[in-house]
């Protein structure tokens, strides 16, 4: 007897697994303990990096609920409803970003939020969103590799809205936009040719786009470059948080016994600077073991997208997991000093950013992808 | 193939996204890499670096203050000490409105305008976040008011410290002297490394003179310090050196007996242990209150004492310098007889007055009458004014300047107090150098009974009259006895140092001085007999008078002192020292505008004397039995002065 027909002739179905549980409320158990994990560690650390203070632990931890809400909100749709209402979230969303450079709040020097009376938000939060859709929407619908004129209207569509945003101004927040769209594109096969030619594209356009840009970007950039050469001014960030995260050490100095945050040296602590907390206190051990979960987190997105079942899934799974890579490095890259200092937060981990929501429900979308999987197929 | 371009190959399209998936993975391991490298790079390799770099920005040394030293007089009695005390202290910073929370603590302390004057005064001058006293001295009942109220006032805060206090008050202020603040001027000319964590320094007086060994050394602490500097704990502490505590040689009874003695009258009075040089008594009236000063004087309490017109601030013993009068006299009988121009038994006539050759002016004895014929030992007992004029002549200017300056007359006497001034002890030299002239020979005169140029300090004058009771002997005047450490209790005593002694040719000289000297005081008609008949010791005494006024040369007589406004009598001056065969106190007063030296100056060295020789005053003023039977008060208002025709300016 076929050892594989042994289920099929078995009396009774299989149990079913805890996976299965969670499967049918179109949780992904793994993306699931994965992002909870993270989220723990970033409780933990917030403690420490706010001057243990429970009410913003508090906070964030409401913060996390109801960005898991929205997840758990998010699965349940399928992903060809999602495909379906793309190019009109897209749509939208491009009005609301026109509307806040018209309307816009003026905070920090920057228009970025929205304001209705009863309810104010940054609609770039939203384009986070809309971007990855829109693009595996409009090239499912294309022939792949793309031809010329589709990469082309696939280049408008990403270039509005990062133009929008970037003129707020909010060039982390652009970056982030023009990197889910820019990875969608990949995913439906650009040719490296045109990847190469961007990035050479970018660096001829440097010289151009630093006359661009607006002073305190430029300051960032040369401070970047030699942060020493203004300890007390805009270097001084990012000097704080490179002694913070070198006296680390490799096991650090324990929880709750950094100085640098403790004692106020470090700016930004329990926001975009959180990650500089996080080493000093944990070390290279703790940071190795952060940056794991990241890596799991991204390679478990990447594992959805490779076993989805049509293109949009799969350009939607890689674009939005490679996206959520990109903030890791982006935060990580700039508190130890490789990049410039642009206000990106570490996601999962550092305090406040309505990032968070708007970043658990693209989760909730790669959990619907998913969950809804047509048993036929494969 | 252009038609087979335009449909969709699923197929193909998977594996694209395959190997895309693949590439994209290895780009996200080789970010983390990098990631990683850098990771390693600071963490491991530079750590020491960081980790240095941290300590330095959370560690700040930070200095203990030193306990600074105790005053004590020669028997233990405490004259400067560190007292506890509750201070009332406002964090500016965590103050939200500075005038609400001042005008709401005022109805719990008590706080005075000018108090609140000095703290805004302070709050501007120093850092937000670091503490400034509003008050130094809170009482236990106002400590615990605030105590109750605290809730309502954050950012004030009652710490206990030490601050410098002086339980005698005025007693010896002027001597003990006082700490302050120390000024951004004080600053440049101490080493900064002693002054650490101290915010004040001795101004005045001993407290300034011997500063180094009262102050101590600071020791030192490590504190952990936030970004804004503000200390959250220690880390490490170091005791510094405690300062020594010094005993001076100055009796605080006699010093009260002297500023009591005093009265009414401003002056001065210095006493000196002639055996040795320690400073007994050393008064300067009128006095001030010294903690004023440690507390802080606002500028316009300040402004107050500058402008007395009694100078409070001014340590007559030691800066005042008045003509010594009638009392150089017998200096002046000492210096005619070792240079032979006089011998005891040399007399002269007083009629009253006397001139020069080719002069036309009168120099004049200040009894009118005159004295009759006398020899040395009754020109010194009634102060006869043309016997030492004929002296001084016979002597000239050269050989008096040479024999004064032997007593130390017209140099400071270098007592380890600051400031003190030197006097004047002129000579042909001095009056070509300042004044551009020659000598005149009616200068000489004028100096033979101590007017003219000559001036000197009450303390110069306590120290010849010690030097005269050592018979030329003697010791430099000091009020330091002994350093104490104040942790072993070792004590380091201050030896004398003792002056080149003035030596005479004839030992009988100076008892034969010294004897007439005791004729002031113990025979009838002596210028101090009133004072010192009843002593139950040997005194040896000179009464003097320093005019404030001048006297016309076509006046007569000199107005009595009684008929003149206070401000103009003439300063009443006395020396003496006691027992005179053994001396242990040597005293010199002035009592400004007392008018007799005798009897205005003459009972206040009693009294000092009495204090210090028998342990209480018996001294009585003159009251129901007559004196004598002369009934007459003995005074020697001294022959003013008049503008010499010679000298163009006085």
């Known amino acids: 007897?076929?050892?594989?027909?042994?289920?099929?002739?078995?009396?009774?179905?299989?149990?079913?697994?805890?996976?299965?549980?969670?499967?049918?409320?179109?949780?992904?158990?793994?993306?699931?303990?994965?992002?909870?994990?993270?989220?723990?560690?970033?409780?933990?650390?917030?403690?420490?990096?706010?001057?243990?203070?429970?009410?913003?632990?508090?906070?964030?931890?409401?913060?996390?609920?109801?960005?898991?809400?929205?997840?758990?909100?998010?699965?349940?749709?399928?992903?060809?409803?999602?495909?379906?209402?793309?190019?009109?979230?897209?749509?939208?969303?491009?009005?609301?970003?026109?509307?806040?450079?018209?309307?816009?709040?003026?905070a920090k020097g920057a228009q970025r939020w929205l304001?209705?009376?009863?309810?104010?938000?940054?609609?770039?939060?939203?384009?986070?969103?809309?971007?990855?859709?829109?693009?595996?929407?409009?090239?499912?619908?294309?022939?792949?590799?793309?031809?010329?004129?589709?990469?082309?209207?696939?280049?408008?569509?990403?270039?509005?809205?990062?133009?929008?945003?970037?003129?707020?101004?909010?060039?982390?927040?652009?970056?982030?936009?023009?990197?889910?769209?820019?990875?969608?594109?990949?995913?439906?096969?650009?040719?490296?040719?045109?990847?190469?030619g961007a990035i050479g594209a970018v660096a001829a356009a440097a010289p151009v786009l630093w006359t661009r840009l607006h002073d305190y970007q430029r300051q960032r950039v040369l401070t970047f470059l030699d942060p020493e050469s203004d300890p007390l001014g805009t270097g001084y960030h990012i000097t704080q948080s490179k002694i913070a995260i070198g006296s680390g050490g490799l096991f650090g100095k324990g929880w709750l016994n950094g100085t640098q945050a403790k004692l106020d040296f470090l700016p930004e602590s329990h926001t975009d600077f959180i990650f500089a907390v996080y080493s000093e206190e944990l070390g290279l051990m703790g940071v190795m073991f952060l940056l794991g979960l990241y890596l799991a987190i991204v390679g478990r997105g990447l594992y959805i997208a490779f076993r989805a079942q049509d293109t949009f899934q799969r350009l939607l799974a890689g674009a939005l997991s490679l996206t959520f890579f990109v903030y890791v490095f982006i935060n990580m890259g700039m508190v130890i000093g490789l990049l410039p200092v642009v206000g990106v937060p570490l996601p999962l981990v550092s305090y406040g950013g309505t990032s968070m929501v708007s970043m658990l429900a693209g989760f909730g979308m790669l959990m619907s992808i998913q969950t809804h999987r047509k048993l036929l197929a494969s | 193939m252009s038609r087979h371009d335009k449909?969709?190959?699923?197929?193909?399209?998977?594996?694209?996204?395959?190997?895309?998936?693949?590439?994209?993975?290895?780009a996200c391991l080789s970010m983390a890499a990098l990631l990683t490298f850098r990771l390693v790079d600071l963490q491991v390799l530079q750590q020491t670096y960081y980790a240095t770099r941290a300590d330095q920005n959370r560690m700040r040394l930070s200095a203990v203050a030193p306990v600074r030293g105790l005053?004590?007089?020669?028997?233990?009695?405490?004259?400067?000490?560190?007292?506890?005390?509750?201070?009332?202290?406002?964090?500016?910073?965590?103050?939200k409105n500075l005038s609400d929370t001042l005008e709401r603590l005022s109805k719990i302390v008590r706080l005075e305008p000018n108090e609140?004057?000095?703290?805004?005064?302070?709050?501007?001058?120093?850092?937000?976040?670091?503490?400034?006293?509003?008050?130094?001295?809170?009482?236990l009942e106002e400590v615990a008011r605030f105590e109750v109220n605290r809730y309502d006032f954050d950012g004030v805060d009652v710490t206990a410290g030490l601050t410098r206090s002086y339980p005698l008050g005025g007693t010896a202020a002027h001597v003990v002297g006082y700490v302050g603040g120390i000024t951004e001027d004080e600053y440049k000319t101490v080493a900064e490394a002693s002054y650490r964590g101290l915010s004040q320094i001795g101004k005045v007086g001993i407290e300034k003179s011997h500063e180094n060994e009262l102050r101590g050394e600071p020791g030192a602490k490590v504190i952990e310090a936030n970004a804004y500097g503000r200390p959250l704990r220690e880390l490490d502490y170091q005791q510094g050196t405690p300062g020594r505590n010094l005993v001076l040689s100055l009796?605080?009874?006699?010093?009260?007996?002297?500023?009591?003695?005093?009265?009414?009258?401003?002056?001065?009075v210095v006493a000196i242990d002639p055996r040795n040089g320690e400073v007994i008594a050393l008064v300067s009236k009128p006095g001030f209150n010294p903690q004023l000063f440690v507390e802080g004087i606002d500028s316009k309490t300040y402004k107050a004492l500058l402008a007395d017109p009694k100078r409070p601030l001014y340590n007559r013993a030691l800066q005042g310098t008045y003509p010594p009068g009638s009392t150089i006299k017998p200096f002046m009988a000492l210096a005619g007889l070792e240079s032979d121009v006089i011998d005891p038994n040399h007399r002269e006539f007083c009629g009253g007055s006397m001139q020069l050759p080719n002069s036309s002016r009168y120099f004049r004895c200040w009894r009118r009458h005159g004295h009759g014929s006398l020899d040395m030992s009754e020109a010194i007992k009634r102060s006869c004014d043309i016997y030492f004029y004929q002296t001084a002549i016979s002597l000239g200017i050269d050989r008096i300047h040479t024999f004064l300056d032997e007593f130390g007359m017209g140099r400071q006497t270098e007592i380890d107090l600051p400031l003190e001034r030197g006097g004047l002890l002129p000579s042909r030299e001095w009056k070509r150098r300042v004044r551009k002239e020659n000598w005149y020979p009616g200068e000489t005169l004028n100096v033979g009974i101590g007017q003219g140029y000559m001036t000197a300090t009450p303390l110069q004058l306590a120290q010849i009259s010690a030097r005269m009771a050592m018979r030329g002997g003697g010791f430099k005047p000091h009020l330091v006895r002994a350093l104490q450490d104040p942790i072993t209790g070792a004590t380091e005593t201050v030896e004398p140092e003792l002056l080149p002694t003035i030596e005479n040719r004839r030992k009988a000289d100076w008892e034969s001085v010294i004897n007439a000297m005791q004729e002031v005081t113990h025979a009838e008609g002596g210028t101090g007999f009133g004072a010192f008949k009843d002593a139950g010791y040997r005194v040896a005494g000179k009464s003097g008078s320093a005019q404030v006024i001048g006297l016309k040369q076509d006046e007569k007589v000199a107005p009595t002192q009684e008929s003149l406004a206070l401000h103009l009598r003439d300063h009443a001056l006395f020396i003496a020292f006691a027992p005179a065969e053994a001396p242990q106190i040597a005293v010199a007063v002035i009592a400004e505008h007392g008018a007799h030296g005798g009897s205005a100056a003459g009972p206040i060295a009693r009294q000092v004397m009495d204090q210090y020789l028998l342990g209480e005053i018996r001294y009585r003023p003159p009251g129901s039995p007559p004196p004598n039977a002369m009934g007459v008060t003995p005074v020697d208002p001294e022959m003013p002065l008049p503008p010499t025709e010679e000298s163009t300016d006085g």
């Open chain 1, 1 to 106: 007897m076929n050892p594989l027909l042994t289920p099929l002739t078995s009396s009774r179905p299989p149990e079913p697994s805890l996976s299965d549980w969670f499967g049918r409320l179109h949780l992904d158990l793994w993306m699931l303990v994965l992002l909870v994990g993270t989220a723990c560690v970033g409780l933990v650390v917030l403690y420490s990096a706010s001057g243990h203070s429970m009410p913003q632990v508090v906070s964030q931890a409401e913060r996390l609920l109801l960005g898991l809400g929205m997840m758990t909100l998010a699965a349940q749709a399928t992903p060809e409803m999602y495909r379906a209402i793309a190019p009109w979230f897209y749509g939208v969303s491009t009005v609301l970003l026109v509307l806040t450079l018209l309307l816009g709040d003026h």
């Open chain 1, 115 to 196: 304001d209705f009376g009863f309810i104010r938000f940054q609609p770039a939060e939203f384009m986070k969103l809309a971007m990855p859709l829109a693009v595996a929407s409009y090239l499912h619908g294309q022939p792949l590799p793309p031809s010329f004129k589709t990469i082309l209207s696939t280049l408008a569509m990403i270039a509005v809205p990062t133009g929008l945003v970037a003129v707020q101004p909010d060039l982390g927040t652009s970056m982030l936009i023009l990197a889910a769209g820019g990875f969608a594109l990949y995913f439906g096969g650009l040719g490296y040719r045109w990847i190469f």
């Open chain 2, 251 to 268: 009796d605080a009874k006699v010093q009260m007996a002297a500023e009591q003695a005093l009265g009414e009258l401003d002056g001065a």
């Open chain 2, 71 to 95: 005053i004590y007089d020669r028997s233990g009695a405490v004259l400067a000490q560190n007292t506890p005390a509750f201070v009332l202290e406002v964090v500016p910073e965590q103050v």
């Open chain 2, 116 to 139: 609140i004057a000095r703290f805004r005064d302070r709050v501007r001058k120093s850092p937000r976040y670091r503490g400034v006293p509003l008050r130094t001295n809170l009482s």
């Open chain 2, 7 to 26: 449909i969709k190959d699923l197929y193909r399209e998977k594996q694209t996204f395959a190997s895309r998936t693949l590439v994209a993975a290895i």
